[in-house]
């Protein structure tokens, strides 16, 4: 089982709706979270990091997590197809190392 | 401000052969990270430094990949007797710190390069 598990889609959202990316962890060591966004041939950009239990804003971006179930999310509202990319959830801890999922490639349609 | 620059963009080499990889991180940036990423994948953790010194290198497929920042700042990362298995994109990371301590999270982030494409023929 890999430390960070995403689901690999495609996921694919119609233009302004709300697409919503999943990832389940297994180190509870793990501290922080972040998610990048990986446009194809490019390398990851970090776009949301969350430190504690809860939601987080930032723009059309909401960054969930839940310690207790382990699970760390993103929403993206009002999607573009811009936001079309593969999103790359990962884990930080104590070791100073990111433990990254697959990703989930999303993609929105005109 | 610059980002992180990593040097050559591509390297294609003959299996067999020894290889260089260059990463300048962000100025003032303590803590450097090195990742490899094969197509499809997310990137895998190969070796960490806090300045000078190699803090965790326990992600290093085995003897013939070696890495050095001998003054803190930019680093290299070096592949003996490449082969056909070690093409992936090599990608670099820097933060501003990277010790677990009492000082903001937000200076863990770590913010990546555009990458070295290798290819082993």
């Known amino acids: 089982q890999k430390e960070v598990e995403q689901n690999s889609g495609p996921l694919s959202v119609p233009e302004g709706a709300i697409a919503s990316l999943n990832c389940t962890y297994s180190?509870?060591?793990?501290?922080?979270f972040f998610w990048y966004r990986q446009y194809s041939g490019k390398s990851p950009e970090l776009i949301m990091s969350?430190?504690?239990?809860g939601d987080k804003e930032d723009g059309r971006f909401t960054a969930q997590l839940n310690k207790a179930s382990q699970y760390v999310s993103l929403l993206i509202r009002d999607s573009q197809p811009s936001d079309s990319a593969t999103y790359l959830c990962?884990?930080?801890?104590?070791?100073?190392?990111?433990?990254f999922g697959g990703g989930t490639r999303l993609m929105v349609k005109p | 401000g610059a980002g992180v620059s990593q040097t050559p963009s591509n390297k294609v080499t003959e299996k067999g052969k020894y290889v260089e990889l260059r990463c300048d991180p962000i100025?003032?940036?303590?803590?450097l990270y090195w990742y490899r990423q094969s197509l499809g994948q997310g990137p895998e953790f190969l070796i960490y430094f806090q300045g000078t010194g190699a803090a965790d290198d326990s992600g290093l497929p085995n003897d013939r990949f070696f890495a050095v920042r001998p003054e803190g700042s930019v680093s290299t990362l070096k592949i003996q007797r490449t082969e056909r298995g070690d093409s992936a994109v090599y990608l670099c990371a820097s933060s501003l710190n990277g010790a677990a301590s009492r000082i903001p999270l937000s200076s863990y982030e770590q913010y990546f390069g555009p990458g070295t494409r290798l290819t082993v023929t």
């Open positions: 969350i430190y504690s239990n």
């Open positions: 100025s003032g940036h303590t803590a």
């Open positions: 990962a884990g930080f801890n104590a070791g100073n190392m990111l433990t």
């Open positions: 180190d509870r060591g793990s501290q922080s």
